[in-house]
């Protein structure tokens, strides 16, 4: 059964920065595209980002393009998040998860096979 434990959440300024990761075990972490998505309270889950299983393409929300990257070391059977410029709107819980067969329903949350618990990232303003 395929598992996944996000790290590295924590309360951080407006303006900084934080880096998720995402540890995959219990499946074939190279043959996977992994996710990032996140739910503030009240709202819905959110697509952040995601990379395909080679990492030779991303795609981005809208709301982190340009502040948010995303990576991968299939060595380490890990994913990243890089957030950078935090805002207080960025305060949610994030969720990692993967997926076998995205195609380009890659902002989908129904489209990905295994989720994380989450880590919550809190930006004060």
């Known amino acids: 059964q395929v598992q996944l434990v996000e790290s590295g959440g924590g309360l951080v300024q407006a303006g900084g920065s934080l880096r998720l990761s995402c540890a995959f075990s219990g499946g074939t972490f190279s043959t996977n595209a992994m996710g990032w998505f996140r739910q503030a309270p009240g709202k819905e889950r959110e697509f952040v980002a995601v990379i395909s299983w080679r990492g030779e393409t991303t795609y981005y929300g809208d709301s982190v393009k340009g502040r948010f990257t995303i990576s991968r070391d299939n060595a380490k059977n890990t994913v990243y998040l890089q957030m950078n410029s935090l805002q207080s709107e960025d305060t949610a819980v994030y969720y990692c998860?993967?997926?076998?067969?995205?195609?380009?329903?890659?902002?989908?949350?129904?489209?990905?096979?295994?989720w994380g618990q989450g880590t919550q990232v809190t930006v004060s303003s």
């Open positions: 998860a993967c997926a076998r067969s995205v195609g380009s329903s890659w902002s989908n949350a129904a489209k990905y096979d295994f």
